[in-house]
């Protein structure tokens, strides 16, 4: 069934809505305008390496092929832990990354460093919490160059390197081209899988027989704006898309949600219902992307020797706490991503419950790959279990430049959040022009103790964070790349955010 959407005049549109970029634009829609002015739902469609020596150069010769020889990083754009029937989706519609966690290891409580693109994307390039490695969405802040690139890492010990990066805010000028032989992004808009697939693809079709290459596929899908595949708006039998009336309708009830006072909950109910089937139909889509590289990886011949990682740079919100989107807060709908290894040395079924964080993903695959960590990068292996069990007693410290926050019927717009997730309970410090705010909440709501409801102490929070090193690295963003964003809906450059 094709979907009809309404225009302006309240008349059918012969389109292809799902096909068709934007529809759900802030431009577009008056709730999702309304986000943009106020919250970061707005943000969605809106919301070095130092030379590293390879281990063989230094080691005689060894007729025995590498344990490793492939390493390929998948990360899925917005995808929250449990949209995956591995990890208890009711409607699964991810055969394949399920498929994936079957054959090697999951791990339950992962934690991504931050609720946005930029801060977490760079810490599972880097290794490092987003006040170490300096892109956390501020002042045009980007990458420090000073800090290791685990890319870079492979590069320096021969390893081919290539990115494929269909989120168009990850652009090479932030720093995350280092590292990369190839580094491919997409120019102005919210490509689909299929482009940087396709691209991925051919790169792997060039490389030589034993030629070790470390491969970084950015899927963007289930990101908004929402365009599912028609094959997975039949599969997730859509409806059609609210007209401008419904969304109208949507907005006035909002706005009286959040301010507390009586409101339309039918209204409320219909769209987030709606946006989550969107959002379950693209995350099949990306299901569907990933068996397309896996079948192109699997015809180069066995995989015996590649080692194959699968996570989410952060989740997404649907008014658990408020909110719609990401880049906002720091609760477990917008932090708990999946974490799925496959590989020579990693567990087959295994399922891991101890909370880890995915930034530890970069060393933990150096090492596994043998491959020499770059000067100023922590060793790390998630795959050991004494090590993750010692890991337990510290905090994992979560980081926000700015995002939004809902307390007492006004939406805040903190300077920063500052969040530890320690014992199942994330304890979030938010500073507010005014004044300095908390929260406490359980990490993992299903998994949590009761008595994990507790707050911690916010002193303690603060006490982490003044720890880290903070680059300096603020120089402004190019013309060109702030003209990109701000076509993009994003508003990060020169200017304070929002
Ligand atoms: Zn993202």
Redesign the pocket.
């Known amino acids: 069934m094709q979907p009809t959407r309404l225009n302006q005049a309240g008349r059918a549109r012969p389109t292809r809505p799902w096909a068709h970029a934007g529809w759900i634009t802030a431009e577009r829609v008056p709730f999702a305008r309304v986000l943009l002015a106020r919250i970061p739902l707005a943000r969605i469609p809106l919301a070095l390496g130092l030379a590293a020596a390879s281990l063989s150069s230094c080691q005689p010769a060894d007729p025995t092929p590498p344990a490793v020889d492939a390493v390929v990083v998948v990360v899925v ?2 995808l929250r832990a449990d949209a995956l029937g591995a990890y208890g989706a009711a409607e699964a519609v991810t055969p394949t990354m399920d498929a994936l966690a079957e054959e090697g290891t999951l791990f339950e409580r992962c934690l991504a460093t931050s609720s ?2 930029w801060p ?2 760079a810490s599972l390039l880097t290794g490092k919490l987003p006040p170490e490695h300096g892109l956390i969405g501020k002042d045009g802040s980007s990458i420090s160059p000073d800090v290791p690139s685990v890319a870079a890492a492979f590069q320096s010990a021969g390893w081919a390197t290539a990115a494929f990066v269909a ?1 168009p805010i990850m652009d090479a000028e932030l720093g995350f081209g280092r590292g990369f032989d190839v580094w491919e992004g997409t120019d102005d808009s919210w490509d689909h899988a299929a482009i940087p697939l396709e691209r991925a693809k051919a790169w792997l079709a060039e490389r030589q027989p034993g030629e070790a290459f470390f491969l970084y596929v950015h899927l963007v899908e289930p ?1 908004s704006p929402y365009r599912p595949s028609a094959d997975s708006v039949a599969a997730l039998g859509l409806s059609t898309p609210p007209t401008d009336e419904d969304l109208g309708a949507v907005t006035r009830a909002y706005n009286l949600m959040i301010k507390g006072a009586p409101y339309d909950e039918a209204a409320i109910d219909d769209f987030v219902d709606w946006r989550r089937r969107c959002y379950a139909a693209e995350v099949r889509d990306a299901d569907l992307a990933i068996g397309d590289l896996l079948e192109a990886l699997r015809r180069r011949g066995p995989m015996d020797r590649t080692l194959l990682a699968l996570t989410s ?2 989740g997404e919100e649907f008014l658990e706490h408020g909110l719609m989107g ?1 880049g906002g807060q720091l609760y477990p709908e917008s932090v708990h991503v999946p974490l799925i290894l496959t590989g020579p040395g990693i567990a087959a079924g295994a399922r891991i419950p101890e909370r880890v964080e995915n930034r530890l993903l970069g060393p933990t695959l150096l090492g596994l790959a043998g491959v020499q960590r770059p000067q100023g990068l922590a060793a790390a292996n998630l795959t050991d279990g004494e090590e993750r069990g010692l890991r337990l007693d510290e905090p994992s410290l979560l980081h926000l430049g700015n995002g939004g926050w809902i307390e007492g019927g006004e939406y805040l717009i903190p300077d920063e959040q500052q969040g530890m997730a320690a014992d199942g309970v994330v304890t979030v410090r938010a500073r507010v022009k005014g004044g300095e705010r908390a929260a406490s909440h359980r990490a993992f709501d299903a998994a949590s103790p009761p008595e994990a409801a507790a707050p911690k102490d916010v002193d303690q929070v603060a006490s982490e964070f003044s720890k880290l090193r903070r680059p300096s690295n603020t120089a402004p963003l190019s013309e060109e790349l702030e003209r990109k964003l701000r076509g993009l809906g994003y508003n990060l450059g020169r200017q304070e955010p929002r």
């Open positions: 754009d917005t946005w693109t977490s994307t989120n990101h740079d952060h990401h």
